[in-house]
């Protein structure tokens, strides 16, 4: 029987189901639309998300401009990314704000740094103006938003990631894998967008954790 590439991941979300269980009791897996794959167009029927009447820009830590397009994954909500006025609409990642959603390794918007770096054997990595992103096992990024600061001669210097930094956001796009795997040997390497385990936590205090003051 003939196997076409692009019916690989979808085969793999209706087996999934069966044969996956969450990493802790109070974890829900919550999967994404078949439709959500690197280089799939978004549907023509769906809108992209607004700010303020104006189209949701993501820039994402890489100096990337993408548009975000708001999708649900179970309670979740998810942001389709392409790029910033492709017509063909090709989705190039994903975006997660949404507090509940975590990763395999307990990562969630909001968690500090300090509280997760035991579960990982990855450092996090530097990205000009903004601070940083840590390439999990599971194959998300979680990023942080640490921003610049000003040095001793007066130019602008990256404030590192510490144990205070929060997550963001969880995201991963192709230009986030290959420079992970470019810089550290042990980060993820690209996969199927719908094989990326996600769960919904229903009982937890780090995921209702405020913004970094």
């Not at 979808?10 to 994404?32: F, H, K, W």
């Not at 390794?105 to 770096?117: A, D, T």
């Not at 210097?157 to 992970?180: C, F, G, Y």
Request: glycine residues 8%; aromatic residues 8%.
């Amino acid at each position: 029987m003939k196997l076409y590439p692009r019916l690989l991941p979808l085969l793999g979300l209706l087996i999934l189901p069966a044969c996956t269980t969450a990493p802790s009791p109070d974890l829900t897996r919550v999967y994404l639309p078949l439709w959500i794959e690197f280089g799939s167009p978004i549907p023509p029927i769906r809108k992209p998300a607004r700010i303020d009447g104006a189209t949701r820009v993501e820039i994402l830590f890489e100096n990337t401009f993408f548009t975000a397009w708001p999708v649900k994954a179970g309670e979740i909500e998810v942001f389709a990314l392409t790029y910033l006025d492709d017509r063909s609409r090709e989705i190039q990642g994903l975006s997660i704000e949404d507090k509940r959603a975590t990763t395999p390794e307990g990562v969630s918007v909001g968690i500090r740094y300090g509280e997760i770096k035991h579960r990982v054997d990855t450092e996090p990595v530097s990205s000009l103006g903004w601070g940083g992103y840590l390439p999990l096992k599971s194959g998300w990024f979680a990023i942080f938003d640490e921003g610049m600061a000003e040095g001793d001669d007066g130019t602008s210097v990256q404030r590192p990631v510490t144990d205070d930094s929060r997550v963001v956001a969880l995201a991963i796009t192709k230009r986030l894998v290959r420079n992970a795997s470019y810089r550290n040997p042990k980060a993820p390497a690209e996969r199927s967008l719908g094989s990326l385990p996600l769960y919904i936590r229903r009982t937890s205090t780090a995921t209702e954790a405020g913004p970094k003051p």
